[in-house]
């Protein structure tokens, strides 16, 4: 009696359980279940189109193009002639075994990639026998295509989801494709699109016998969405020509908005190298060239010493602080003495021996004396140099200077710009505003990248403020309403200190270090720089040859771009730096070169500096030089 209870209890209670798992599946999760993990179901995905990228105006940057993947869900595959499948997919027996492991080890319930982007010419004849071999199906995929061959470390790449990643974020399978770079990676959600899922009923044999629950749970693809970037496509290839043959970067940004208009990277690549099947080969070119570095953004990571141009930060901080005025004189004798050794001394190439020097003339001459008399004042005004150079962060920093910007683009350097904190423990409270001069022009400690001094630019040309520098213009035709890159940022100096630093930056190109490259008919504000460059070999420090560097915004009135140039290693700024950004805001602005100018481009596009990239490899030589 006792048993026949016990018997009826349990039915009764293995019953209940039953009746409430149903309950539970077909009632209270029936509309958020996702049968992908039954073993009688199928999942097919339908991959969205991922979206174009176009250029300011509207000419396209980045397409797609259909490639073909074949795909392996490990619990579904049968015994099969190993030999027979690899000389099918051209892969030896060894490689097969160690696809099958990394997918079984991802999850043997979900397809995954077994073999990626087959050619064209292996699909239809692979299509015709892979019905053989359970568990293994042909998957579409969308790659990209790039009809300019420009731009990529703007544009980025796309490449394969990894395990980690795939366990991490439910909405990627290991072997699906992701931005992994630039625009690609920072736009992702919006280019991706959301992929469209087909579940299929399988009976006892994997046989498929029809949709799942009449296709309820079916979902179709939506494409991703179109990017308008506010890049000049045209602008950033002349601009990439220009830098044929030369190491470093260009960012080109226009004032009154902060939409970058160009950035250059120098040497740089062809962003198709990064799709199909030789992306592997080539990553591996590209990633492990530590001595050309083409995968590595120069615009956005390299930090070099701003040289002359800072010149101008230090004149306006010198203006707000009220240390000096445009009256202001400083006599220079061929450059600065400071301290009591006679070694102690930063020459001068102004010209100007003896008499005294104002503010313009100073920025038009770059005079190194009258800098170096106001950085000191600056630093020494209140007889406390720490809470000095403080100050002078604070103003510095107002600029964008010292941290990444915020712009929309994944790399980033902040660069250097020292507080009173950084000397304290460098040289033990026992520091003045002569021991760290060389700030005073752009040497020192400080550093920046070639974007920062284009945002400072572009506030100097604006009179004070800037807006976030940036590359996204519009999603599918709509204008960004992003209050980051839409509300404007002020900085630390009075808007009535700007306009004598742009009247002597107007007078760099009439009667300065920039007057040779003058443009007819635009008025060009700027400043050339030489940023001495030093390594360390064998414990001695060695001078290498300087960079080139120039800033400069056009026209003087309205400014529609604001521009940052460095090339490493190419000596005076007057001399690279400075026919190449007026080439480049000739382009701009007029839309070609006239024929006046067409000498200057030659010379700019034929030049190449490879011979001192060799030399340097060898073994740097000491060489002397100056800054202007």
């Known amino acids: 009696m006792q048993r026949s209870f016990l018997l009826y209890f349990l039915i009764t209670v293995v019953g209940i359980i039953f009746i409430g798992r149903l309950f539970q599946l077909q009632v209270i999760k029936s509309d958020n279940y996702d049968p992908i993990h039954n073993a009688a179901v199928k999942v097919e995905y339908d991959y969205p189109e991922r979206g174009y990228i176009y250029d300011r105006n509207d000419k396209l940057l980045v397409t797609n193009q259909l490639s073909y993947d074949v795909m392996v869900q490990p619990n579904q595959v049968k015994p099969l002639d190993t030999l027979e499948f690899c000389k099918l997919l051209k892969i030896d027996k060894i490689d ?149 043959g030369k190491r470093g970067g260009i960012v080109a940004i226009e004032p009154a908005t902060g939409e970058i208009l160009a950035l250059v990277t120098a040497p740089s690549y062809d962003p198709n190298m990064l799709v199909g099947r030789k992306r592997s080969k080539n990553s591996v070119i590209l990633f492990k060239d530590s001595i050309n570095k083409p995968a590595y953004d120069r615009g956005l990571l390299a930090a070099y010493a701003p040289g002359s141009p800072f010149k101008m930060m230090n004149a306006l901080i010198g203006l707000q602080e009220n240390v000096i005025n445009e009256q202001t004189t400083f006599k220079c004798y061929n450059g600065y003495k400071y301290g009591n050794r006679t070694s102690e001394f930063m020459g001068c190439h102004c010209g100007i021996f003896g008499r005294p020097i104002k503010l313009k003339t100073a920025i038009a001459k770059s005079c190194n004396s009258y800098f170096s008399n106001t950085y000191k004042r600056i630093v020494e005004q209140n007889k406390n140099p720490t809470e000095g150079v403080d100050n002078w962060h604070k103003h510095v920093a107002s600029f964008g200077m010292g941290n990444y910007l915020g712009y929309d683009l994944p790399a980033g350097s902040p660069g250097l710009i020292p507080t009173g904190k950084y000397y304290d423990d460098q040289y033990k409270y026992t520091w003045n505003g002569s021991t760290i001069i060389s700030n005073a022009i752009g040497q020192g400690e400080v550093l920046t990248t070639p974007i920062q001094l284009a945002n400072f630019t572009a506030a100097i040309a604006n009179k004070g403020y800037f807006y976030t520098p940036h590359v996204l213009k519009k999603v599918d035709k709509k204008s960004i309403e992003n209050p980051k890159y839409t509300v404007r940022k002020q900085t630390s100096i009075n808007e009535k200190h700007f306009t004598p630093i742009i009247e002597a930056m107007h007078e760099v190109f009439k009667t300065g270090t920039g007057k040779y490259n003058q443009v007819k008919g635009i008025d060009i504000c700027g400043k050339t720089g030489t940023a001495e460059n030093f390594t360390r070999i064998d414990g001695q420090k060695i001078q290498l040859p300087d960079h080139s560097i120039l800033v400069a915004f056009a026209p003087k009135e309205n400014p529609k771009i604001a521009l940052a140039i460095f090339v490493e290693n190419g000596g005076y700024g007057s001399t690279i730096a400075a026919p190449i950004t007026s080439l480049l805001i000739e382009k701009y602005l007029n839309g070609k070169i006239s024929k006046a100018n067409k000498y200057r481009e030659q010379n700019m596009l034929n030049l190449s500096l490879q011979d001192i990239y060799a030399k340097l490899i060898k073994k740097p030589k000491k060489i002397a030089s100056g800054t202007e």
């Open 96 to 244: 097969f075994l160690k696809r099958f492991k990394k997918a079984e080890k991802y999850a043997s319930y979900l397809p995954s990639v077994f073999l990626k982007q087959l050619a064209k010419e292996d699909f239809a004849y692979l299509q015709e026998k892979l019905h053989k071999y359970k568990g293994f199906h042909i998957q579409k995929r969308i790659i990209r295509e790039y009809p300019v061959k420009t731009a990529a470390n703007v544009l980025g790449y796309i490449g394969e989801v990894n395990e980690a990643l795939a366990r991490k974020n439910n909405y990627y399978l290991q072997g699906e494709l992701i931005g992994k770079d630039g625009v690609e990676v920072e736009y992702e959600e919006y280019l991706r699109g959301r992929k469209g899922k087909k579940y299929l009923h399988r009976n006892r044999f994997n046989k498929v016998t029809g949709s799942y629950r009449n296709g309820e749970k079916d979902t179709l693809p939506v494409n991703g969405q179109d990017l308008t970037l506010t890049l000049d496509i045209d602008l950033q290839e002349y601009a990439q020509k220009l830098m044929a």
